[in-house]
């Protein structure tokens, strides 16, 4: 049987460029190797290649998302996305996926779109009833009043690109004359900012995916980090403890994850999410954002929570190529 020829695809323009790189290690080491004849690419605003085994580069026919290895024309059965930001996590990529008729392995471009805008996404979630924290956004350019700021989501209070992961450019701010600074990093990263009101308790983090066989919810992770918030060097340089599973309550942990499989259907996911809350002291859970690219090296949480379902990341992608491949 000829093998499914999966392009497995990281880079993109934003500052997780280089964590892009680390899943996309991550999700080659993965794949089941008898079934899936994986190829690494490469896109950003400046190239799109393809690589061999020797590392050398294949330009990319955005045409048709084809390449031309030893001079004979190759083409992708399907592509796996794991570039964080743009254009992989924003609905670009997966929109031209679409158009081409590739099946791809994330959210349809609509729903990458919504869910990468952090603003709008958590006001959408927030109408059908989901608790989220209270949040302001400030466009790109406008001007605003600090002390109208500090009044509406009081102090300390985050400052966050509205399209970015990572915590790259978030600042906890804990006093009003800091707050210009950290619009000022925000912009820089991302544009558009929000401004958003500290939620304290529990962190925890949940991922979820569907199969063939429908929905499934993967155990919960606490994050503990070692600074003050969740931030890049928690994340990417080993100052947090992740517990999976999680030490909560019985019945909190079911309702982390019976939130979670309700919000991976009310977006009409795809692939693998995460989805991010914070319990707060009375046990009330708040929803953080929504993750529909994780991170996928072998220590991130959606591995993390995996094996401790007891599952193996190779099976479970292999159940997802197969399912949207068919879908």
């Not at 500052?15 to 993965?30: M, N, T």
């Not at 619009?183 to 308790?201: C, K, R, S």
């Not at 982390?256 to 309700?262: A, K, S």
Request: charged share 20%; hydrophobic share 40%; net charge negative.
């Amino acid at each position: 049987m000829n093998k499914i020829n999966i392009a497995v695809i990281a880079g993109g323009d934003s500052g997780e460029y280089g964590v892009s790189l680390k899943s996309q290690a991550g999700i080659l080491s993965f794949l089941d190797k008898e079934l899936f004849s994986a190829v690494p690419v490469i896109i950003t605003s400046k190239k799109w290649v393809a690589t061999d085994e020797n590392g050398k580069e294949y330009p990319i026919d955005k045409n048709d998302f084809s390449y031309y290895p030893n001079g004979e024309k190759a083409r992708f059965d399907f592509a796996y996305i794991t570039i964080h930001g743009t254009p992989g996590e924003n609905g670009l990529l997966p929109g031209y996926f679409e158009m081409l008729g590739i099946p791809h392995s994330t959210c349809p471009a609509f729903v990458s779109a919504l869910t990468f805008n952090k603003f709008f996404c958590n006001r959408s979630l927030s109408a059908l009833g989901y608790n989220v924290a209270k949040a302001i956004l400030l466009r790109e350019g406008n001007t605003y009043d600090k002390q109208e700021i500090v009044k509406e989501l009081g102090l300390p209070l985050f400052v966050k690109p509205n399209a970015g992961g990572s915590s790259v450019a978030t600042t906890k701010v804990k006093k009003a004359e800091e707050l210009e600074k950290a619009v000022m990093d925000a912009t820089a990263e991302g544009g558009d900012v929000i401004l958003e009101q500290l939620l304290t308790g529990t962190e925890v983090t949940c991922g979820c995916y569907k199969d063939s066989d429908g929905i499934h919810v993967l155990p919960v992770t606490e994050v503990v980090s070692k600074n003050e918030f969740f931030d890049f060097d928690a994340k990417y340089n080993g100052q947090v403890e992740e517990i999976t599973p999680a030490r909560i309550p019985a019945e909190q942990f079911a309702l982390i994850q019976d939130l979670t499989v309700r919000i991976y259907s009310t977006l009409n996911a795809k692939g693998i999410i995460r989805i991010d809350y914070f319990i707060s002291p009375e046990g009330t859970p708040y929803l953080v954002e929504v993750n529909t690219t994780p991170g996928m090296t072998p220590t991130s949480f959606i591995p993390q929570q995996v094996e401790a379902a007891g599952l193996s990341m190779k099976e479970v992608l292999k159940e997802i190529i197969l399912y949207n491949l068919n879908a």
